[in-house]
């Protein structure tokens, strides 16, 4: 077989080994032969790599009390990106409450509402392509910020990965 995905390649031998094991049973038991025992064909998926290309960036916004709905209109309308051939997600996240899940222990200020972006790109060169290029840390915080935005970029060490795909559309409010 000339494919080269290994697990098509793997299936196409088993189908094949079987089919030649069904073809001997059957001679062998028409000419009386003893048929001897054949064990099952395991097939195993291809070692993941040791390392990959994908990186996430991780913002931390602080927004003014009373600014949030603001914010949110900039992230979904104007912080856009326009070419997200590289982008897997990107997501605006709210912190929940740590009445409700009292096993949170990051702290935050009480002075300003924090929301913590994620983004998951396919490599690194790609983020920095459509959103590094154009960070200026020394731009003072928008309107709308209590203090400035920190950033921190990431390389997967260890991954897993569940049976849950991620979400597949926008939300209705992201441009």
């Known amino acids: 077989m000339s494919n080269s995905n290994p697990h098509v390649t793997a299936i196409g031998t ?34 993941a790599s040791a390392t990959t290309s994908t990186r996430m960036v991780a913002v931390e ?23 997200r051939s590289g982008l897997v997600g990107e997501f605006l996240n709210r912190v929940e409450s ?30 920095q392509q459509q959103i590094g290029r154009f960070i200026d ?6 309107a709308f910020e209590a203090d400035r935005r920190r950033r921190i970029f990431l390389a997967p060490e260890r991954w897993r990965i569940g049976n849950t795909a991620l979400l597949n559309e926008d939300h209705p409010a992201v441009k």
């Open 14 to 47: 088993a189908i094949i080994l079987s089919a030649f094991v069904g073809l001997s049973v059957k001679n062998a038991a028409a000419q009386n032969a003893v048929v001897p025992k054949v064990e099952p064909v395991v097939i195993s998926a291809p070692q």
């Open 61 to 83: 916004w602080r927004i003014k009390k009373g600014h949030e709905d603001e914010f949110l209109e900039y992230w979904s309308t104007r912080s856009t990106i326009p070419d």
């Open 98 to 127: 740590r009445e409700q899940y009292p096993w949170m222990v990051w702290e935050f200020n009480e002075g300003w509402t924090t929301f913590i972006n994620i983004g998951i790109w396919r490599e690194g060169a790609d983020f």
């Open 137 to 142: 840390n020394s731009r003072p915080p928008l």
